[in-house]
């Protein structure tokens, strides 16, 4: 491919020359240039051999500013070529590029004729990953010690939020998958689209716009924000790589959940937020409760509140069962009853006791002289006057001889029981 590319512009060349020459002479089949006409013809053929737009992989050297112009080498450790951007197209650039910076550039061929110098016309700039990643590392180096990334500063997320900002591009497949989302799942919560930059250099705005929204959180009764951007590239994140923007979100008062770009990508500001989620419709799901789950949950403890009250009713019947019987036992006409029970019993108890029941029986009352019982021959002696009270009266007599069992020979085995 190299020969062949070579003799076509060795041809490009020769044609060149002989339509651009005036009656020069050639000697020995050369062709004969003047400087213009060489070097317009040099211009010639890299027009038309080359594409007319391309990207370049590079590293920045030197940046500087001259006349409103930047001007730059672009190195790759093997080669070098000068590289300009005209100042009309550098205020619609949204990256700066500085010394160190990786790059891809997008950009054509300018070849100045008048002395034969190339550079690449830059169109567009933008970081090449590994200057992101580099960006990155030095944010984290310099937050790091500041504990802003510490597990124990992030705070728990609102179970059920009743508003939430989401602060996107505008309008965006992210935004649409998560208003579609919070719908789904929980839609009593009020969303606040907050429409943001999500690419270049606009950190700035970012964090204007974040703060002015913290104004009116409490007027809005905000209760978390969502900063979310749909996938792209890593160089694309770049924006949320920003030391400006990672403070803010730390000082945040409203807990911050971030969804950017796809699950493997991780950017300062996720690692500040209080919540990371992998997509902006994770961030949601995150945020909001699940409708179906909740409504389930709440069908099951409606379920468990239904039985503990059934509960509670049947035993609040059966205390109600019980006073009502100890009120009817202490009804005055039932205790009256009861009472009359109570002394019947115990005059039945008296009668079965008294001694007129035993007088009945053939049983007697001995009394002395002065109407004391003889409860023992010991009170008696021949001659004293007792009195004998039966069933139906009274007797008197006089004692003739006193015999005491106390004194008698126990009695007389029987036969039948002698050994």
């Not at 008048?114 to 990953?129: E, G, I, N, Q």
Request: aromatic fraction near 4%.
């Amino acid at each position: 491919m190299e020969s062949s590319w070579t003799d076509g512009a060795s041809q490009g060349l020769a044609s060149d020359a002989a339509l651009i020459s005036t009656g020069t002479s050639r000697r020995d089949g050369l062709p004969r240039y003047s400087v213009a006409s060489f070097n317009q013809a040099i211009g010639n053929l890299l027009e038309r051999g080359f594409a007319p737009r391309f990207l370049i992989d590079a590293t920045v050297s030197r940046p500087q500013l001259k006349k409103g112009h930047l001007w730059m080498t672009l190195v790759d450790g093997e080669a070098s070529v000068s590289a300009v951007v005209w100042a009309s197209q550098l205020t619609r650039l949204t990256f700066r590029p500085e010394e160190g910076d990786g790059v891809v550039v997008v950009g054509k061929l300018n070849f100045w004729a008048a002395r034969a110098s190339l550079a690449v016309h830059v169109l567009d700039v933008r970081p090449s990953l590994s200057s992101v990643l580099r960006q990155f590392e030095r944010t984290l180096e310099r937050l790091a010690p500041e504990g802003l990334f510490e597990p124990e500063r992030k705070r728990p997320l609102p179970e059920a939020p009743r508003a939430i900002a989401l602060l996107t591009g505008v309008p965006s497949s992210a935004l649409a998958d998560m208003l579609r989302t919070a719908a789904e799942r929980w839609p009593a919560t009020r969303l606040v689209v907050v429409p943001i930059p999500v690419q270049g250099a606009v950190e700035a705005r970012i964090c204007a716009t974040l703060a002015g929204l913290l104004e009116q959180a409490e007027i809005l009764g905000l209760e978390a924000i969502v900063l979310a951007r749909g996938g792209g590239s890593r160089e694309d994140l770049a924006v949320f790589d920003g030391e400006s923007l990672a403070r803010l979100l730390a000082h945040c008062p409203l807990p911050v959940v971030t969804g950017l770009g796809h699950e493997d990508d991780t950017t300062i500001a996720d690692l500040v937020a209080d919540y990371r989620a992998a997509t902006p419709t994770a961030a949601i799901v995150a945020l909001l409760p699940d409708r179906p789950a909740a409504l389930q949950r709440i069908q099951q403890e409606r379920r468990q509140l239904h039985s503990l009250l059934r509960l509670r009713l049947e035993g609040i019947a059966r205390l109600d069962h019980d006073r009502r019987q100890q009120l009817q036992l202490w009804q005055p006409s039932r205790a009256l009853e009861a009472r009359r029970r109570e002394l019947a019993q115990r005059r039945h108890l008296l009668e079965a006791l008294s001694p007129e029941r035993l007088l009945s029986k053939g049983f007697c009352l001995l009394r002395q002289s002065n109407g004391k019982l003889v409860r023992s021959v010991e009170q008696l002696a021949p001659g004293n006057a007792i009195e004998a009270q039966v069933a139906d009266g009274r007797a008197e007599a006089l004692v003739t001889a006193v015999h005491s069992t106390a004194h008698l020979p126990p009695p007389a085995p029987s036969s039948a029981s002698t050994p």
